[in-house]
Each structure stands twice: as structure tokens, then as C-alpha cells.
């Protein structure tokens, strides 16, 4: 299982970006997904995750109503649109699969998700 994430970059204070997760190995029909994010002496933490089928996300509240997680299943990819970018978003964000198919309840704890990707930085200025 591999997951690649891309998307990363330099953005300023307010702007926009949308990070994408390419999967192999597993079919994102039957997996949930998740992103969590790491600022640099900081631990790594919980951004938002989508449930298997789709239907149902949750967000931390530091990113509620500027961030969207979703994802297209054709393409095995979840993407994390990220809106209103402030300097606190600054960090390396990884994406993660879930360990179990088809968990009933979404997942969100990291110690759920079996695979993660290399990371990609964002960095917001002022």
C-alpha cells in the first residue's frame, strides 16, 4: 500500500490550497481516510477525516468551515481543500488510510489509520 501526497507549497496568509492523496494498494470504496498535520516542534495532530462511504466527515475545530476533505474513489484519491489559510496552518500534512475496511464509525485517533503518506509541507506567510 503507497500513498503519495502532493499539493503542498509557499501560500500567503488567507490563501488557498488543495492537497491530494494518491492511494495504491487498497480501493478508497472501502477505505476511510484521514489528514493529520505536524508543525515543527509540535506534535502530530488530527485535521479531518472521511468516512468509507463517503457520507460522513469531521474536522478539528481549529480548521471547521475553511477546510473540505473529500474523495473521488475512481481516481483512489482524497483531497483536503484548504481555504483561508492563516500562519498557524504552517506545517507538514500527511494523509493516512484507515486500518479496518469499512469501519462503521468514522476514524480519527491516528493509532486507526495502518498506512500513512511522506507528508507535504505548507508553509503560510504573512
Known amino acids: 500500500v503507497q500513498l503519495q501526497a502532493s499539493g503542498g507549497g509557499l501560500v500567503q496568509a488567507g490563501g488557498s490550497l488543495r492537497l491530494s492523496c494518491a492511494v495504491s494498494?487498497?480501493?478508497?470504496?472501502?477505505?476511510?481516510m484521514g489528514w493529520f498535520r505536524q508543525a515543527p516542534g509540535k506534535e502530530r495532530e488530527f485535521v479531518a477525516a472521511i468516512r468509507w462511504n463517503g457520507g460522513v466527515t469531521e474536522y478539528e475545530d481549529f480548521v471547521k468551515g475553511r477546510f473540505t476533505i473529500s474523495k473521488d474513489n475512481a481516481e483512489n484519491t482524497v483531497y483536503l481543500e484548504m481555504n483561508s489559510l492563516n500562519l498557524e496552518d504552517t506545517a507538514v500534512y500527511y494523509c493516512a488510510i484507515d486500518r479496518q475496511t469499512r469501519r462503521p464509525r468514522i476514524a480519527t485517533k491516528m493509532a486507526l489509520f495502518s498506512f500513512w503518506g511522506q507528508g507535504t509541507q505548507v508553509t503560510v506567510s504573512s
Open positions: 494498494g487498497r480501493s478508497l470504496s472501502n477505505y476511510g
